[in-house]
């Protein structure tokens, strides 16, 4: 078992020296597996390629800017937030991806393979950038504090982090890395988008939304359950404990790299005999007709096609069994407990998030829901309260806030929040949608 007193620099280190290595060039889709690491041992830090990020707060980055390239797609907010970021951040190098947007979930470096690995190859062997030092290590893998590894090749070392919720991650570019680096690709669930996951659905706020839906579902000992998009599975753990083990849970979803770390999630707690995943398209579910008691989703309906996903629940559903669903929403502003002035308390209030072209993060989800063919439509918002910056889901919201200010505008709001977190009254409450609806 992990040290969960460990930061994830620390832990990261850890792993670093196990292996011998006192530099690296770094990859990764997140600025948070990253920032500690260059505030306590920026030395160790040869270069940093940052692909397709979610979130970019300057100040996680700004200590390596010169030794620092961003790869992300050309369209829509990532390409916005990567342009405003970089006038702060002198010196580093930045590649668009033409015709390209890369929220979240997008599977970048499998869709411009490519043009991904011009971009590295390009940075790491500019002649300005210092070389590091080649290794032959033994291919190898483990665990070491609570971040798995994998050892491939010699070469200068590159370590490869997780690539936010893309589902192939580094694959079908690590073969090609692989001839040239000594990669070491880690995991787990203390890196990339899975501590974002875990600590937002083992908060109070966030689980106190999901709780509510499964009460107005009327969940019955015995049931069976579907959560359509289950990602690390932290909500179906919480749920196999929440009913005592007494409802056979069955996961989907997508992406290969979520659901091999929840798989080892679920294992190491013991549910493997309540709760079974499957890899699957939430819009073309891999399950007969009529299968379910209660089909669920928290937060996904906004990645893909609403109504086809919708549709899809529907279909696998029983006759006189329910559908649950929850999703963000980008129609209500957020509540922040800051004393700010008006104008900046406005800015920073504005809902963030990305939302797929047919996706649905707005109150049209009730009448999707009875569009559909539901009975007994419940609608309504709840709000999820985040109060704590130390774990990753703060720290997420926080950066997406911290990325849409300019620099006097961030200063301002960081003193606000120090001083609300002092005096205890700091929170920040993000409003979703539910519905909850029974099939006829």
């Known amino acids: 078992m992990a040290d969960s007193s460990l930061t994830t620099a620390e832990r990261v280190v850890r792993v670093l020296d196990y292996l011998g290595l006192q530099q690296a060039h770094v990859a990764g889709g997140s600025p948070a597996d990253v920032a500690g690491l260059l505030q306590a041992h920026p030395d160790r830090v040869g270069s940093l390629t940052l692909v397709c990020p979610a979130r970019l707060p300057p100040q996680a980055v700004q200590s390596c800017s010169e030794r620092l390239l961003i790869i992300v797609g050309d369209q829509g907010p990532p390409a916005a937030m990567v342009q405003q970021a970089v006038e702060t951040l002198p010196g580093a190098s930045v590649v668009m991806l033409p015709e390209y947007m890369s929220p979240p979930w997008a599977d970048s470096v499998a869709d411009r393979t490519a043009e991904v690995e011009d971009a590295m190859m390009g940075f790491l062997t500019s002649p300005h950038r210092q070389p590091i030092e080649s290794v032959d290590l033994s291919p190898q893998e483990g665990e070491i504090a609570g971040i798995t590894y994998r050892v491939q090749a010699s070469g200068s070392p590159l370590v490869l982090l997780p690539l936010n919720l893309a589902s192939t991650q580094w694959d079908s570019l690590l073969p090609r890395l692989s001839e040239r680096y000594c990669t070491i690709t880690l995991g787990g669930p203390e890196l990339g988008f899975m501590p974002v996951l875990e600590t937002r659905g083992q908060s109070w706020g966030y689980l106190s939304v999901v709780r509510t839906l499964v009460d107005e579902a009327r969940l019955q000992p015995g049931e069976t359950v579907l959560d359509v998009g289950c990602g690390s599975g932290v909500l179906d753990r919480w749920l196999a404990q929440h009913t005592n083990k007494r409802n056979p849970i069955v996961g989907v979803d997508v992406n290969r790299y979520l659901l091999r770390e929840a798989t080892a999630l679920i294992q190491k707690e013991g549910l493997s005999d309540v709760i079974t995943l499957h890899e699957g398209n ?159």
């Open 282 to 440: 939430a819009e073309e579910l891999p399950f007969p007709n009529n299968e379910f008691d209660l089909v669920t989703s928290h937060t996904v309906m906004e990645e893909g096609n609403a109504d086809n996903m919708l549709s899809e629940m529907v279909r696998v559903t029983k006759p006189g069994g329910r559908i649950a669903v929850m999703v963000r929403t980008l129609d209500v502003p957020w509540l922040v407990n800051v004393s700010l002035r008006a104008e900046l308390k406005t800015k920073v209030e504005i809902p963030r998030g990305f939302v797929g072209e047919h996706g649905c993060a707005d109150a049209s989800l009730g009448k999707r829901f009875r569009s559909a063919g539901l009975e007994q439509v419940k609608i309504f918002p709840q709000f999820a309260t985040f109060d704590d910056l130390n774990v990753a889901i703060g720290q997420f919201q926080h950066a997406a806030i911290v990325g849409a200010l300019n620099s006097d505008e961030t200063q301002e709001w960081q003193d606000s929040v120090k001083k609300a977190v002092e005096e205890g009254t700091f929170y920040i409450a993000q409003s979703h949608h539910c519905a909850v609806g029974t099939k006829p």
